[in-house]
T-cell receptor, first 113, second 114 residues
């Protein structure tokens, strides 16, 4: 099991608030990913990073932004949360030089009122 | 269009029974196919991985099959346990992209009753 952590695990917040979802890993893997998952639906890639100072948008358009200043951290930020942002957010990592298997964190369940 | 379709959408079985979950995909070029188990409120965990040349692979009570010609895979669970209750997600990797693009199915929600 990969050492990948996400905080908070659950967050209920009001509309208009700025939030940051944390993702950290101790594996030293270069590739990191953020997925959004609604109940009963498939995971959608919203952001990914190949390494420090590398960030790209995924397939699903998202109003969130990410940063990769350090290998271990890949935080996701919403400047102004809206009810449409209510979802589960999953962070994943993979080893750029080995298997393409992605290891997932436990997720953050975000509810915007 | 690259897609991954899973069936059934949900399944309820009694403890101790066997079940089979299906996955059809159109992803091309194909690299590999994984089955993930996702417990409620948790991230997915990989159960098996199958490449183009592999027909079957087992991991304990889980056995996955792959027919690369028909682009179908199945996950067979033997002697189900209450802890098998989860969503089972089929994920196909696209060999054609440097990102190693993953295509996710919507999952089969399995509930095992005592």
């Amino acid at each position: 099991e990969a050492d990948i952590y996400q905080t908070p695990r659950y967050l209920v917040i009001g509309t208009g608030k700025k939030i940051t979802l944390e993702c950290s890993q101790t594996m030293g893997h270069d590739k990191m990913y953020w997925y959004q998952q609604d109940p009963g639906m498939e995971l959608h890639l919203i952001h990914y990073s190949y390494g420090v100072n590398s960030t790209e948008k995924g397939d699903l358009s998202s109003e969130s932004t990410v940063s990769r200043i350090r290998t271990e951290h890949f935080p996701l930020t919403l400047e102004s949360a809206r009810p449409s942002h209510t979802s589960q957010y999953l962070c994943a990592i993979s080893n750029a030089w080995g298997s393409d298997e992605q290891f997932f964190g436990p997720g953050t369940r975000l509810t915007v009122l | 269009k690259n897609q991954v379709e899973q069936s059934p959408q949900s399944l309820i079985i009694l403890e101790g029974k066997n079940c089979t979950l299906q996955c059809n995909y159109t992803v091309s070029p194909f690299s590999n196919l994984r089955w993930y188990k996702q417990d409620t409120g948790r991230g997915p965990v990989s159960l098996t991985i199958m490449t183009f040349s592999e027909n079957t692979k087992s991991n304990g009570r889980y056995t996955a099959t792959l027919d690369a010609d028909t682009k179908q895979s199945s996950l067979h669970i033997t002697a189900s346990q209450l802890s098998d209750s989860a969503s089972y997600i089929c994920v196909v990797t696209d060999r054609g992209s440097t990102l190693g693009r993953l295509y996710f199915g919507r999952g089969t929600q399995l509930t095992v009753w005592p």
